[in-house]
């Protein structure tokens, strides 16, 4: 793919104006400030500053008193029902924290951007006109790539794009938006229930071709979604959500994939696909044809067909994204991009090379998906996911679903295929075989190994009894491998303190 700039525009001076002096000042001061993400003022409590991967609070200063609190809500002006207001023609959001009374004793200001650039790497997706879907957790950047979706579909393919814009995210405050979309128009949502409302108010009033909207996460909003895709508008859209799977089971969300029924089977169909009689069955055609799963802000998973992975996973079988990377390679002069199928940290000493001179095609069967692509990526392995048994060039699987009656068994009679086992379907477990396979031996390994196996069991610990856990100091790229795990089991994880004690801290999942 062609390298292009990548500008990004936070308007961050502005909002940092609206800080208190001495809080601003130490901010400005500070190596790195430029990627804040949030601040977070609370009376009584240190000011705090978060980035994407991690939060700082600022010891040196005093608590937050009353009267701060007070002086940025005077500079800020009204809040909406919702909590939340905004700086008029700029990205960013400030939501209120009110006490029983209704008065504001704390804020989070949150920094919006308008990156361009981001959404280059699966440009090809909304090109196609097709309805697109970003999945991922909060704060992961969807609203972000939806704006710069706005900007190039009205900008760069000349469609008619209008912003369905809950609470301001997508364009800002004020009346005239933000120059983050283009020439994209924008309707406002005066409260976030009224969204489907004026979803279906702008494909019924204004013809736009393109509806892009931010967190569709209700029942209504979904059954909105899918009258403007069957009025034939393109609908560009993100959810809440980790993976398609989380989708699947959300009994609000799921009819965006088409809805999920239970079907009896007869005798003889029962039999025919060896499964019990009653199974599950997509109800309907997509709303979305294409999901995207923002996975890091330079990871993503394409479902370039929703229909059919929703029918893959409901039979059980394996389904594969597309998985695309994002480098970048800083110069003096520029920022320019170039895009990788996997990815590729880089180690803090160079690794052996493998003994397999080619990529390995593998079909994993029974092995959970996301731990075995968070440690391929992490590990750097010229390992492939084979989306059928029959380019496979090994099998990995568990001892469980290896039986003689199992249906790996059935499906590998008469193939000269290697199968290859583990005691237990962990990370752990699956990282000393692809040691052993790749033989990639020494010291080295056996800090990356120790790693991963404390990530794992730390994993295991915060999921049981809900509370966080440090772990131990690590190297950067040992810190990335460990988020990658802690990652695919569902929790979230920062980085603390300085180095050499720099580690991973792990937090339960957000109910």
């Known amino acids: 793919m062609n390298k292009k ?15 208190p002096n001495d809080i601003r000042k130490f901010i400005v001061k500070m190596e790195g400030y430029d990627q804040l993400v949030e601040i977070v ?43 939340r207001a905004g700086i008029e023609r700029t990205l960013h959001r400030i939501s209120a924290v009110r006490n029983r009374n209704g008065k504001i004793v704390g804020l989070t200001c949150r920094i919006g951007r ?38 190039v579909l009205a900008d760069d393919l000349k469609r008619r794009v209008i912003v369905v814009d809950t609470s301001n995210e997508i364009a800002g405050d004020g009346d005239i938006p933000h120059a983050g979309i283009g020439t994209a128009r924008r309707m406002q949502v005066a409260s976030p229930d009224e969204q489907h409302h004026v979803m279906i108010e702008a494909v019924e009033n204004h013809m736009p071709q ?3 909207v931010d967190e569709i996460g ?48 007869g005798d003889e169909e029962a039999k025919f696909r060896g499964t019990q009689k009653t199974v599950l069955e997509r109800k309907n055609l997509p709303t979305f044809q294409i999901l995207i799963e923002i996975r890091d802000r330079d990871t993503y998973a394409i479902y370039k067909n929703v229909a059919e ?28 991009e170039t895009y990788t199928e996997i ?51 090994l099998i990995l699987t568990v001892k469980t679903k290896n039986t003689p009656k199992s249906k790996l068994s059935a499906i590998t009679k008469g193939q000269q295929i290697p199968i290859h086992i583990l005691k237990e379907n962990t990370v752990a477990s699956m990282s000393d075989f692809f040691r052993r396979f790749f033989d990639l031996g020494g010291s080295e390994d056996d800090i990356e190994g120790e ?18 856990i440090e772990l131990s100091p690590r190297h950067a790229y040992h810190r990335r491998i460990q988020h990658n795990i802690i990652e695919a089991h569902g929790l979230n994880s920062v980085s603390v303190g300085e180095d050499p004690n720099r580690r991973v801290r792990i937090y339960p999942k957000v109910k």
């Open 41 to 83: 003022l609370d009376v009584g409590r240190l000011p705090e500053i978060r980035f994407s991967h991690e939060y700082v609070r600022l010891e040196k200063l005093p608590e937050v008193t009353q009267s701060q609190i007070d002086e940025v809500v005077h500079k800020i002006g009204k809040f909406n029902l919702d909590n």
């Open 114 to 151: 308008a990156v361009q650039g981001t959404i280059e790497i699966v440009q090809d997706m909304l090109n196609t006109g097709q309805n697109v879907l970003f999945l991922g957790p909060p704060g992961i950047g969807k609203t972000t790539h939806l704006r710069e979706a706005a900007r």
């Open 451 to 468: 790693s991963i196996r404390e990530a794992e069991n730390a994993c295991l610990k915060v999921i049981e009894e809900g509370k966080s």
């Open 5 to 19: 700039l990548t500008r990004v525009v936070d308007d961050l001076e502005v909002i940092l104006k609206l800080l």
């Open 218 to 265: 209700t029942e209504e909003e979904a059954k909105a979604a899918r009258t403007i895709a069957e009025r034939g508008v393109q609908l560009v859209a993100t959810a809440h959500g980790h993976n398609l799977e989380n989708l699947i089971k959300n009994p609000t969300l799921c009819d965006l994939l088409g809805g999920i029924q239970a079907v009896i089977l």
């Open 210 to 212: 393109v509806i892009v």
């Open 309 to 336: 992975s929703v029918d893959f996973y409901l039979r059980g079988e394996l389904f594969t994204p597309l998985i695309r990377h994002r480098d970048q390679q800083s110069t003096d002069k520029e920022k320019a």
């Open 343 to 393: 990815d590729k940290p880089e180690p803090p000493q160079p690794r052996k090379k493998t003994a397999v001179s080619e990529r390995v095609q593998l079909y994993p069967f029974g092995i959970n998906n996301e731990y075995l692509m968070a440690l391929i990526h992490s590990m750097d392995l010229p390992v492939d996911i084979a989306p059928t048994l029959r380019e496979a060039d």
